[in-house]
């Protein structure tokens, strides 16, 4: 089965630890996101990549980083810089190319207590 | 103006029912659009890309006016399992790989 999947589905972590939410995808898509999303607002774009070993920042990048080192995988730190860390992140992929359409994970609910 | 604009609802409406969402975006240039569905604490899944002629994907019907910049979204004989959130998706323009989402539609599709 092709897909994207995201672990875990929960995370709860104590303030000031890093955490890493990982995604992995078989589609062989050339494209990954992440986003956020909170209570009453849209989804917005932390990073996105368009190719292995490249990666863009999106509207709210700070206080989060990741790497692209295979193109299957996209990894998202968020780290102790990041004020308002609880929500929801949701990875998604397209192909390079495409109109745009993105698939995604089913979403990993980090709880920062 | 916001980006991406639509009714937030919720629609409260009996099963069998046709029901319409409009959403409005703020840029002329864009090129893609999207109906994606959410369903409650899961992730948004693509109910159908929107073409310029419209198109139709069994009891739904999409329909793109680039003239006044809208993007609708029709649900005829309305199921129980229609009931969930459906987000209007715009490509950024100035950056093909980015999409801009709206804050969604609220449908509770009642027996």
């Known amino acids: 089965d092709g897909g994207i999947t995201q672990s875990p589905k929960y995370l709860f972590r104590k303030e000031g630890q890093n955490v890493t939410l990982s995604c992995e995808q078989n589609l062989n898509h050339d494209a990954m996101y992440w986003y956020r999303q909170d209570p009453g607002q849209g989804l917005r774009l932390i990073y996105y990549?368009?190719?292995?070993?490249?990666?863009q920042k999106g509207d709210i990048a700070e206080g989060y980083s990741v790497s692209r080192e295979k193109k299957e995988s996209f990894p998202l730190t968020v780290t102790s810089a990041q004020k308002n860390p609880t929500a929801f992140y949701l990875c998604a992929s397209s192909i390079f190319g495409s109109q745009d359409t993105q698939y995604f994970g089913p979403g990993t609910r980090l709880t920062v207590l | 103006r916001k980006e991406v604009e639509q009714d937030p609802g919720p629609f409260n409406v009996p099963e069998g029912a046709t029901v319409a969402f409009n959403c409005t975006y703020s840029?002329?240039?864009?090129?893609?659009f999207f109906w994606y569905r959410q369903d409650c604490r899961k992730e948004p899944k693509l109910l159908m890309s929107?073409?310029?002629?419209?198109n139709e994907d069994g009891r739904f019907t999409a329909q793109l006016n680039r003239a006044s910049q809208y993007i609708s979204l029709l649900i005829r004989d309305s199921k129980l399992s229609d009931s969930a959130t459906y987000l209007c998706?715009?490509?950024?323009?100035?950056?093909?790989?980015?999409?801009?989402w709206g804050l969604g539609t609220s449908l509770a599709v009642n027996p």
């Open positions: 840029n002329s240039a864009s090129q893609s």
């Open positions: 990549s368009q190719i292995v070993n490249d990666f």
């Open positions: 929107v073409y310029s002629s419209g």
């Open positions: 998706v715009v490509s950024d323009a100035g950056n093909n790989r980015k999409l801009i």
